[in-house]
């Protein structure tokens, strides 16, 4: 079930039927009335030094799946097991307590879509990236200033910025700050939640080109969730497109954006108004609304707005399956799909 | 005397096409009054919308798209003042108009609707109640008459079962239910002109899809005209006839849609288009705008985008460029650009 990289090498985090699920209570002493299925059995890899991302509309659990995986938030059941060298033996985050859980965050870093919410005001910059140092009592104090001005200056900062307040700095350089603390701790995977989709597009390509650079130069693997998706094929490697908590497609980058084999990610991939006013395409609009993702009723999630549908997917939740090499889908259809046209480059 | 030239000049400057500006808007200024001294947000922004057209206005954060439609309806709130031009609606002047007859214009003849629906509808009150409001402040229509004014606007807007959904609060409507309702609200007295602030940049892509399809058609059957501002040039390429690009409270670039998109003049404007990754071409680089964009209380001398482009002379960073025209419907505002784009070689 779980989806293995081509190349043999042992991924360096993978993710084996994690779920989140969240009680809905009546009343504030009330026992659950439902759970929201927010994470529902999501399974994939990530190698080292890849780009993994993961695409959705809004509520459909990618930035849980996202905190789950680095339990800040506790998993319902399922089990993430990371691998810091690659011929030792993988540590499951799932498992891990105390020391050793805050031990492990070393490697595991995250970086937070809103620049202005994710940074304390009352902080200096310097405070807010050497916390990192501080809390797993790193270096002395001349060492950890030299630290702190070496990442600054990696992520195109001015070292000597480094005493203001996150006030003093525009959207762009704050979420450069928030690299910079995620950096400082030198992890080895980081999860990058909407990192861009708070910024304008000038800014946004700077952002995604530095990402993009220290990957090259320190050997980074990303989780890199967002909605916008041309931003995600642009940096990932391979993709993974969420619907209702389940992955539904996961696959080489460029393929998944060319050739869909989910209704669903068809759907999305043809809605994006393309910036190129001589090709006029009007999107092919869903019909219907999200289903709630609260105790979803067997069968497939999307079977109620998906032009394919056929009585089967009402019943039965369709399994990932691998229609071609790497390249899973989670539709009864899926060779149907493909047949359809390709979407075009813009 | 002069009066009188300026106003013939206008005209004919105006009637470009052959037609009557709906809207014409001339040396805008609007300008904040801050404690830490005048941000020029608007800073001499003249423009028209035609009738039936629709205008895309592009531009990142802080670049004056938005406060230059709240100036059109006069909703520029203090420290922000318009401290010049002029605004034609319809052959009205607007800037001169006392808030008791501005209130007549807005909704009427001038509607907008802003980026978030959840922070724009009033929470206690029923969608319905807020239309019908809406409706009976501008038309002599009864209560039921413009309860069914109200019901027919949702049914436009696709909003399934209406007569039942009017009495629905907002809390009770998904996000693109909501951005609906808005749209009926802002549509419900037939407004000539429709500002459209970011209308589904709170929205997922199906969602959009949708909305802008609603857009598009309710444009064609009411034959109105719409400017719409948004950072998303997917959006203004499929829906716009026009382009306006600004960039620190300036016009820097106005062409048709296809102009602007398969020969912009304007380095600001190549620079977005270099920076922005495109669907289908993975193995393109991305090439960043260096920089940020300026403090708008510290605005450089010369062009405002000199700082930060890769063309600039001399001349920039003393002399402010005026729009130039540099093809049909094309202008620029830019020293050193010509009209095939042998700037750029």
Known sequence: ?????????????????????????????????????????????????????????????????????????????????????????????????????????????????????????????????????????????????????????????????????????????????????????????????????????????????????????????????????????????????????????????????????????????????????????????????????IDPPPGCRFAGRCPLCLEECGQMTPPLREVHPGHWSACVRAEETEKVRAIPAY | MSSEQATAEKTVEAQQDGIRPLLAVRDLRTHFFTERGVARAVDGVSFEVFPGETLGVVGESGCGKSVTALSILRLVTPPGRITGGTITLDGQELTALLESEMRRVRGRKAAMIFQEPQSSLNPVFSIGFQITEAIRLHQKVTRTEAEELAIEMLGRVAIPDPAKRIGEYPHQLSGGMKQRAMIAMALSCRPSLLIADEPTTALDVTIQAQILNLLQELREQLGMSVMLITHNLGIVAQIARRVMVMYAGKVVETASTESVFHKPLHPYTVGLFRSLPKLGRKSQKLAPIPGEVPNPLDAPPGCRFQPRCGLCVERCRAEEPKLRILGEGHSVACHVAQSDGAHFA
């Open chain 1, 1 to 293: 079930m779980v989806m293995q990289l081509k190349q043999d090498k042992p991924p360096l985090i993978k993710v084996e039927n994690l779920c989140k699920f969240f009680p809905v209570r009546r009343g504030f002493f009330g026992a659950p009335a439902g759970y929201v299925h927010a994470v529902d059995c999501v399974s994939f890899t990530v190698g080292r030094g890849e780009t993994v991302g993961l695409v959705g509309e809004s509520g459909c659990g990618k930035t849980t799946a996202g905190r789950t995986l680095l339990r800040l938030l506790e998993p319902t059941a399922g089990r993430v097991l990371f691998r810091p060298k690659e011929d030792a033996d993988p540590v499951d985050i799932t498992a891990a307590q105390g020391e050793e859980l805050r031990r492990l965050r070393r490697n595991l870093q995250i970086v937070f879509q809103d620049p202005i919410g994710s940074l304390n005001p009352r902080m200096t910059v310097r405070e807010i990236v050497g916390e990192g140092l501080a809390a797993h009592s790193i270096g002395s104090r001349s060492e950890r200033e030299d630290r702190i001005v070496d990442v600054l200056k990696l992520v195109g900062l001015v070292p000597e910025h480094r005493f203001r307040y996150p006030h003093e700095f525009s959207g762009g350089q704050r979420q450069r700050i928030g690299i910079a603390r995620a950096l400082i701790l030198d992890p080895q995977f980081i999860v990058c939640d909407e990192p861009v989709s708070a910024l304008d597009v000038s800014i946004q390509a700077q952002i995604i080109s530095l990402l993009e650079s220290l990957q090259e130069e320190l050997g980074l693997a990303y989780l890199f969730i967002a909605h916008d998706l041309a931003v995600v094929e642009h940096i990932s490697n391979r993709i993974a497109v969420m619907y209702l908590g389940k992955i539904v497609e996961m696959g080489p980058a460029e393929e998944v954006c060319r050739v869909p084999l989910h209704p669903y990610s068809r759907t999305l991939l043809e809605s994006v108004p393309v910036p190129d006013p001589r090709r006029k395409v009007k999107a092919a609009s869903l019909t219907g609304g999200v289903p709630t993702p």
